[in-house]
């Protein structure tokens, strides 16, 4: 893979105006809604697809991420559905024909504590036998997999050991957005920004298109994608929904040589390390404990952050940071996502990706892509239905899919 | 950074206190009543809004005791802040 970026063509897409009545109308163009019109059209061959975006293109969680690709998930439904996005992380460079600096430079993630090396090994045994790449690693073999880390024994919390997988890695977040956005558009969808829902056209019990600033919209099937204002928008359609928006912050440092080797992931101390190509080291930590849409989070948030990674990465001591920003994530109670139909007619729900949802970007999109084109679940994302809240079936990931939510 | 006052002990900072998510979520009357969909809303279920939210802190390094808060999730501009058992106050 080059480490080289790739240069911006001037047009990747049309910008159209919308016309007044598609198949499918996707409401979001971030990530998630780029990849399921995308695979609408290569896997369904649904092609009279809108897109709509309040703002532009890929401009919210897709532009704030902190880039981390992975499928070390504890329970194995999450597991089999970020392990089939890492599987297509793998040839949709080559597929979109769009190099978006995938890199499996592996991630770690560091036990410091009894109990994390309990949960990580207990990890790796549930990832193997799920067909996920994973292993355990002691201390030195920390060390020797990223000699910057810190594994001396005379700090507060010492690395113990780490689960390793290695298919893990980044990939440039723009750039998978761009990619998708391209081809999608090359296959006939209108991708249409600035164009905010503002309600939704019904029939009685169904669902039949959309409000819009630029007119009303007919539509087939309408499926949000809206990531952190899902709950706002299904509000619009009558739908409360098990979903808290919170504010998850990232920053990143000056740019430095290449001196960070992996990902590095601490549940425990809290913090998640990588370097992007430029030589940007990315980081991230938790969501602040309160709702919020203001896209800013709090100080102290950071400063924890911080503080962690220079216990783990004394090296960093002397970076400078160079921008921190906020994106908003919908937080479900089991942390989980949820993925399917709506107790609307022809109104299709994907929200609730909380921390997690740039890793999925592919399989989120093939899966949903499935559902609407089909009306059934995909049996990937069968387990994640709205009707788990119900029947009390909940896939419960906090702490066990090596982040803390 | 927050700056919450709390009704016992006067202006503190986010970090002293504990979030408690939405105020005003009253337990079924008769839960046996209650429908699997109408357990499963009183569980997992809660407002969400873009505006004002009444939620519940407690000031967990400080006096330790609940009360809430009326905040804009927007601007974190906190508008209302009233002892727990307390109705919710009209913000205008």
Not at chain 1, 279 to 308: C, K, P, T, W
Not at chain 2, 27 to 55: C, I, M, T
């Amino acid at each position: 893979m080059s480490h080289r970026l790739p240069e911006h063509p001037d047009w990747l897409w049309r910008t159209p105006d919308p016309r007044r009545s598609y198949d499918v109308v996707v409401i979001g163009a971030g990530g998630h809604g780029l990849a399921t019109a995308y695979y609408l059209a290569r896997n369904h061959g649904i092609t009279d697809v809108a897109v709509l975006e309040r703002g532009w293109l890929a401009g919210g969680n897709m532009a704030r991420n902190t880039t981390i690709i992975r499928s070390n998930y504890l329970c194995e439904e999450s597991a089999a559905l970020y392990e089939h996005a890492l599987k297509l992380w793998e040839v949709l460079p080559e597929e979109l024909d769009y190099d978006f600096l995938f890199s499996q430079r592996g991630v770690l993630n560091l036990a410091h504590t009894l109990q994390d090396v309990r949960e990580g090994t207990r990890r790796v045994n549930a990832n193997r036998l799920g067909g996920v790449d994973a292993e355990w690693l002691d201390p030195d073999q920390v060390r020797a997999f990223c000699p910057i880390v810190n594994t001396s024994p005379d700090v507060r919390y010492p690395v113990l050991g780490a689960t390793l997988q290695p298919r893990a890695g980044i990939a440039k977040h723009d750039h998978v957005a761009w990619a998708l956005a391209r081809r999608a558009d090359a296959y006939g969808v209108d991708l249409i920004q600035g164009c905010e829902v503002t309600g939704f056209l019904r029939d009685g019990d169904r669902v039949v298109g959309v409000r819009t600033n630029r007119g009303p919209i007919a539509a087939g099937k309408v499926a949000l994608a809206a990531a952190g204002h899902s709950s706002v928008l299904a509000g619009l359609a009558g739908l409360r929904l098990p979903v808290q928006s919170h504010p998850l912050q990232a920053l990143v440092s000056e740019l430095l040589e290449p001196v960070h080797p992996t990902v590095v992931m601490s549940n425990h101390v809290h913090v998640y390390v990588s370097q992007a190509h430029k030589g940007e080291l990315v980081m991230g930590a938790g969501v602040d404990a309160y709702n919020g849409y203001g896209q800013r989070g709090s100080f102290h948030m950071i400063e924890h952050q911080m503080s962690a990674a220079l216990e783990l990465f004394p090296i960093f001591a002397r970076a400078h940071v160079l921008r921190t920003w906020g994106g908003i994530v919908d937080v479900t109670p089991d942390a989980s996502p949820i993925i399917g139909p709506t107790p609307v007619e022809n109104l299709y729900l994907n929200c609730g990706w909380g921390t997690g949802g740039f890793k999925a970007t592919p399989s989120s999109g093939w899966v949903y892509a499935h559902t609407i084109a089909t009306g059934e679940p995909h049996p990937l994302a069968a387990p994640f239905a709205l009707e788990r809240f119900t029947t009390g079936a909940l896939i419960d990931e906090h702490g066990a899919a090596a982040v803390a939510h | 950074m927050l700056l919450i006052a709390c009704p016992w002990c006067g202006e503190r900072e986010e970090l002293e206190f504990h979030y408690g998510g939405q105020a005003h979520v009253a337990h079924p009357a008769d839960p046996e009543q209650l429908s699997d969909g109408e357990w499963g809303e009183y569980l997992f279920v809660r407002d969400n809004p873009k505006g004002p939210f009444a939620e519940r802190w407690s000031h967990a390094a400080g006096c330790r005791r609940w009360f809430n808060v009326v905040r804009h999730t927007v601007t974190h501009q906190i508008l209302a802040v009233y002892p727990a058992g307390e109705p919710k106050p009209v913000i205008p």
